[in-house]
């Protein structure tokens, strides 16, 4: 747990909420089974992950695309995993 | 305590394509206009759009509108209007262009034209051979079609409200809309959108189903106001559906996995396509293949704790095959079915993807309803584009391709139109009625303060199971009849549902309450609607009725939430310039 604000994850909690379906269920698991133990470091690299356009997403989160920011991989693997 | 009131020109409520394209309209001739979206623009479902979007340009084969006309006309098993489908079809090349011009990236040719690919029911010569007619971005069309949309009404000043969530429809005593009450989800609070001309631009209402390819925010908002505002619905019972969508996730199998060999399975393990298709087995057409899935449901052999879906095995073809000749689908399988089918059937049902009915409009996008004998008089000051809107262009059946198209013709039509009544009817705003938030706050407040109710999620679980079961692909009078009792039930269920978190800022409990209050009126509407249709026609297969009656059922229905009635109006058979396509047997 962090000392995250926690009006801004009610608002990623939000922002979890997508365009795709595929992105809907795989966040809405991962918001269900790991988002509430974050570190403030994860949760800050999970919102930097929500702002990337849908279709982007979807084929980082498939595997389709690795992105080029390391510290974003730890949650991206998350995901794919989920 | 005085709700706060924001005063616009115009309000479109919906940031997808339908919205914005309305949107850049209104903001380009200088008039004051906002857009409210539950999410950010683009993200709404619009990016889901893969195929793309249909115009006759003629850049590949030979192709008019005339015959993208009759295609359209066809596919919706002449329920749709003709006016409205010709104003689509012959905008459409004109529509593309201009979405080229505003710099959207459709894939070209190698003279530099726009690429058109094959889409299934587009044809030369009315039904004689294919057309390729398709305009794509890649497999991004829709995500590359808000985006272009988007920068150009940044651009032209259209003013975002993101992450609003529209409430009610505000009609004063004549009956005129003159805005909108909707909450801000950051700080919880409630303000009137007072406008001279309101756009529902909303979307569709998938999530009604528990099998549905549409993303959670589809929950049919724009309809749901409109019902609690005493406007009718059209069409509701028509939903084109797919096969094959994994059970309790909604992501669809590609048909082609039953082309390599894949096998339906019921809960005794029988191979059920041999008893309804002895020849072509599983490989029937879709719309049987999907009938006799539910069938086997409906009479007890469905599998799984609520014996709700049928099986797809894989296994048999081996790990080679499906490796190499359907890539993705096993990961598709681990990940949403939590099987690998290499080993393990897939669960799969019949799955929602489009709403063909909506919010009675005619071709200027505005929204009609009957008054005075007028089937179809104006309501002053609104309007609808879109999914949420029924124009009607897709009828009884939508064309693939076609949606897109909807999206921008109807948007800018909408846009045109709304300009016109407020520089020509509108020198000021009317105004708003005494009260005019107090059905929302009423709503809000019932929510804080409800004590005894149900879960939202298990009223909304039991709502998306009757509607899949009564309203799906297999249809009888007494299943329907069923049906409608029990959504009735669940109906009740829902106006005392109860939310742990009473908190004020990003409460997405609240948030989707709400949605389930606008779900559930389509669901209704979609039951009585179903129910009241004695015929088949497009996506409704009546069992009891299983042929297209002309005489007796060519024409709209429209559903009112008070009484929960129908009354029905004429299809216009009148074209706006050229001869009406008279019924035929739909054959393919």
Not at chain 2, 317 to 323: A, V
Not at chain 2, 490 to 496: H, N, S, T
């Amino acid at each position: 747990m962090s000392d995250f604000d926690p009006v801004e994850m009610k608002r990623m909690r939000w922002r979890s909420r997508r365009g795709l379906l595929e992105l809907d269920l795989v966040l809405e698991r991962f918001l269900a089974r790991r988002f509430d133990t974050l570190t403030g470091d994860q949760l800050l690299a999970y919102r930097t992950l929500l702002d990337l356009p849908d279709t982007d997403f979807l084929e980082v989160v498939n595997g389709k695309v690795d992105l080029d920011a390391p510290e974003l991989m730890e949650i991206v693997d998350m995901l794919r995993a989920i | 305590m005085g709700v706060p009131v924001r005063r616009f020109d115009a309000v479109i409520v919906g940031g997808g394509g339908a919205g914005l394209r309305a949107a850049l309209q209104l903001s380009e001739s200088g008039l004051k206009t906002a857009v409210l979206s539950k999410v950010f623009p683009t993200r709404s479902h619009t990016v889901a759009a893969q195929g793309g979007i249909s115009a006759s340009l003629g850049n590949v084969q030979e192709d008019h509108w005339e015959w993208h006309m009759y295609d359209t006309v066809k596919g919706s098993d002449w329920l749709g209007d003709q006016d409205a489908i010709e104003y689509m079809c012959r905008k459409a090349p004109e529509a593309v262009i201009e979405l080229e011009h505003f710099g959207m990236p459709f894939d070209r040719l190698e003279n530099g034209k726009i690429y058109q690919r094959p889409f299934g029911g587009h044809t030369q010569h009315n039904g004689k051979t294919p057309v390729q007619r398709a305009c794509a971005a890649a497999d991004r069309t829709g995500h590359a079609m808000l985006h272009t949309l988007y920068q150009r009404n940044v651009r032209a000043n259209t003013q975002f409200f993101v992450e609003w969530m529209a409430l009610d429809l505000i009609r004063d005593a004549d009956g005129d809309v003159v805005g909108v009450t909707a909450l801000e989800m950051e700080t919880g609070e409630i303000y009137i959108f007072h406008a001279k001309a309101v756009l529902f631009a909303t979307g569709g209402a998938g999530r009604i189903y528990s099998a549905s390819t549409n993303a959670f925010i589809n929950t049919g908002d724009g309809l749901g106001m409109a019902v609690r505002a005493g406007l009718p619905l059209e069409d509701m019972e028509f939903w084109q559906f797919h096969p094959t969508g994994v059970a309790g996730a909604g992501v669809l199998i590609t048909e082609g996995v039953r082309g390599e060999g894949g096998i339906l399975l019921n809960a005794d393990g029988e191979r059920f396509m041999e008893r309804y298709a002895p020849n072509l087995k599983d490989l029937a057409p879709r719309d049987f293949v999907s009938r006799s899935m539910e069938l086997e449901v409906l009479e007890g052999r469905g599998c799984g704790p609520h014996k709700d879906y049928v099986l797809l095995k894989l296994d048999h073809l081996g790990p080679d095959i499906i490796n190499q000749r359907l890539p993705g689908i096993r990961e598709i399988a681990i990940k949403f079915a939590g099987v690998d089918p290499i080993k393990d059937p897939i669960p799969v049902i019949p799955t929602c993807h489009y709403m063909m009915g909506g919010i009675p409009t005619n071709w200027r996008g505005e929204v009609v309803m009957p008054k005075g004998g007028d089937p179809e008089s104006r309501v002053n000051g609104f309007y609808a584009a879109g999914e949420c809107a029924c124009a009607s262009v897709h009828g009884a059946n939508r064309l693939g391709t076609n949606s897109l198209l909807d999206l921008v013709v109807f948007g800018k039509s909408a846009g045109d139109h709304m300009i016109d009544y407020i520089r020509g009817e509108m020198p000021d705003w009317k105004p708003l009625p005494a009260d005019a938030a107090g059905p929302s706050l009423a709503r809000i407040a019932r929510l804080d303060n409800q004590t005894g109710g149900e879960d939202v999620a298990e009223v909304r679980a039991a709502m998306q199971r009757t509607v899949q079961s009564r309203a799906g692909v297999f249809r009888n009078a007494a299943n329907m009849a069923l049906g409608v009792e029990e959504i009735a039930a669940v109906a009740e269920r829902a106006k005392f549902t109860q939310i742990k978190d009473k908190s004020k800022v990003f409460n997405t409990a609240r948030t989707e309450a709400l949605e389930l209050d606008n779900l559930i009126e389509i669901a209704v509407a979609t039951l009585v609607a179903a129910d009241g249709r004695k015929e088949s026609r497009g996506a409704h297969a009546h069992d009891d009725f299983p042929h297209r009656d002309d005489e007796n059922w060519m024409k709209h229905s429209l559903f009112f939430g008070e009484g929960r009635r129908m009354e029905y109006k004429p299809v216009h058979t009148r074209p706006l310039t050229v001869d009406y396509i008279p019924p035929k047997e739909r054959t393919f």
